[in-house]
């Protein structure tokens, strides 16, 4: 790793630290991918041809930086044992959402004054197709940082239990070369499928994901808590997360 990788690696690392939130985030985990890796033209056949690739997102990106930040084990688990909403994994998930907006600003401010012209991405999504130009989980599986297991979510050396952040620059930055073996169950043998019991409304089966049926749980647990304690943006269920065998990684 060069210094410039190594100087992002520990900007993200010292930033998440200065949060102060031990008891809700671990150590982040950090990855690079060239900007015209073919693998993203590829996402536009399995993602949908509305996925751009990052020089459609920023002209003149060379690299993808993708991160992960693992939630703690107490985080992770709570959701199976919960009946509806948890407080504390929408704590983790607001908390660090608000705060990706620094980090990323951050590390494009050290990459500016490098001389390499840098942009944070920030994913929003329409409600009634849930589509988005960018995919924080299929970038960072481009980049090496962790494989797909059956409930869709991205499990890295740490777990699936967490949330992603991506930056685009065009500083041309060693690509990773490691890539996880796919050790989700499911997929192996057919074995497991705990994720498919847990959801509360079924939106995740064997034969498919019912996204609309998934975001209407999640809009209604962000309306509880926001109700119940005043977390205003907790929209998150974490169930399919939290059952998987997956999710937790030391």
Not at 93 to 103: A, G, H, L, P, R
Request: hydrophobic share 35%; charged share 20%; glycine share 10%.
């Amino acid at each position: 790793m060069g210094e410039i990788e190594s100087r992002i690696v520990e900007i993200i690392r010292e930033e998440l630290a200065n949060l102060g939130r031990a008891d809700l985030y671990r150590e982040p985990l950090v990855a690079f991918s060239a900007a015209d890796n073919p693998k993203y033209q590829g996402l536009k056949a399995i993602v949908g041809e509305w996925h751009q690739t990052p020089t459609e997102l920023f002209p003149g990106a060379k690299s993808v930086i993708s991160y992960f930040v693992p939630f703690t084990k107490a985080v992770v688990d709570s959701p199976k044992n919960s009946a509806q909403e948890t407080p504390l994994w929408g704590e983790a998930y607001v908390v660090i959402n608000e705060y990706f907006d620094y980090i990323n600003q951050k590390v494009c401010d050290y990459l500016e004054g490098e001389g390499y012209p840098s942009q944070k991405i920030q994913v929003s999504y329409d409600e009634k197709t849930l589509r988005a130009p960018w995919s924080h989980r299929s970038g960072a599986a481009v980049a090496g940082l962790g494989y797909f297991s059956e409930n869709r979510m991205l499990v890295t050396a740490k777990g699936s239990g967490g949330r992603l952040g991506t930056i685009m620059t065009a500083a041309e930055l060693m690509p990773n070369q490691e890539e996880l073996e796919n050790k989700c169950p499911y997929l192996r043998d057919g074995s497991c499928g705990l994720c498919f019991q847990i959801c509360p409304v079924k939106a995740l089966t064997p034969d498919g994901f019912k996204g609309l049926s998934c975001q209407a749980e999640t809009d209604k647990n962000g309306e509880l808590l926001e109700a119940s304690l005043g977390m205003a943006g907790a929209t998150t269920c974490g169930k399919c997360v939290s059952i998987c065998p997956l999710s937790y990684r030391m």
